[in-house]
């Protein structure tokens, strides 16, 4: 399952027709907006779908974190850092159906109020790293984080994992919102996805 013939990466732009007929994500609790139960956070919670790294832990932020909220999600009340204590991750195990393309989306910021220029983490699919995205904190405030979607592309092999690993040093860590993994609907998108040029990130700010 690890093997890296099974996996096959491209990260596409915004608005490609890849975008067009996309089915429903296979992702659990991809907004975060479910939590509860034992789980290594600020909050001392879990969050529902999801296996927190060991042993730094992540930010659950919630409307409670500050006078109404800490930051602006980019899609209900919840979003993460992936540091608290330090660098750590989150990890969902997924049923895939064998051979199928599919789109790993998500909207990435940086914690705010603190921390490095650049933050940056891995996207894994099966242990295999699929992007590498960075985000640069100038500043950002809770009202405006300046999210920015990527989008990588990996091949479903049945039973798949996928994780996001901070590689941001200290409590200052990439914020995540709004993941998804969605199916490309024909192997006949990938000559026009391929012409778009392989290994290219295609990002949007919101």
Known sequence: MNSTSHLFVVAVAFGSIAQVGLG???????????????????????????????????????PESGPGHYWLPVDGEVSLSLNWAGPSSITQALVTEPGQLYEVRF?????IFGGPQWRTMDVTWNGVTIGSPAFEYTGQGPDDMGWIEFVYTAMGTGDDALSFVSTTDANYGP??????VIPVPSPATLPVMAALGFGVTRRRRV
Not at 33 to 42: A, I, M
Not at 107 to 111: I, K, N, S, V
């Open 107 to 111: 909207f990435m910021a940086a914690e």
């Open 24 to 62: 429903q994500s296979i992702v659990v609790n991809g907004s975060f907006e479910s939590y509860g139960g034992p789980g290594n956070s600020n909050i001392g919670m879990g969050l529902d779908g999801w296996t927190i790294g060991e042993p730094a832990g992540i930010d659950i932020v919630i």
């Open 175 to 180: 914020a995540l919102d709004l993941v998804s």
